[in-house]
């Protein structure tokens, strides 16, 4: 059975910083990507960042160089630090874990219940 556990939100004040890890556990994770989306109640979740099979990172947009992406193939883990963060941060963030030729909702795509950051004052 494939586990995915997110842990490391919580609260943050604007301007601090975060670190999220994810561990992924009953799959060899050799061809897969892993990483990071999130989540705003009634919007689309988003790409916040990926770590791929082929070592290239992606990144959201909205990111612009706030947010490094890490990943220990060895522990089967994913890790995003978040710096200069926003109120418009604020989410639900879910650790992906899915085989390179998937897409986010195939069935070789695995994820995470999901860790709430707020970023507020």
């Known amino acids: 059975q494939v586990q995915v556990v997110e842990s490391g939100g919580g609260l943050v004040q604007p301007g601090g910083s975060l670190r999220l890890s994810c561990v992924v556990s009953g799959i060899s994770l050799e061809w897969f990507d892993m990483g990071w989306y999130r989540q705003v109640p009634g919007q689309q979740r988003e790409l916040v960042a990926m770590?791929?099979?082929?070592?290239?990172?992606k990144y959201g947009d909205f990111v612009k160089g706030r947010f490094t992406i890490s990943r220990d193939s060895a522990k089967n883990m994913v890790s995003l630090q978040m710096s200069s963060l926003e109120s418009e941060d604020t989410a639900v963030y879910y650790c992906n874990a899915r085989h390179f030729s998937a897409g986010p909702m195939d069935s070789d795509s695995y994820w995470g219940q999901g860790t709430t950051v707020t970023v507020s004052a």
């Open positions: 770590f791929q099979a082929d070592l290239q990172r």
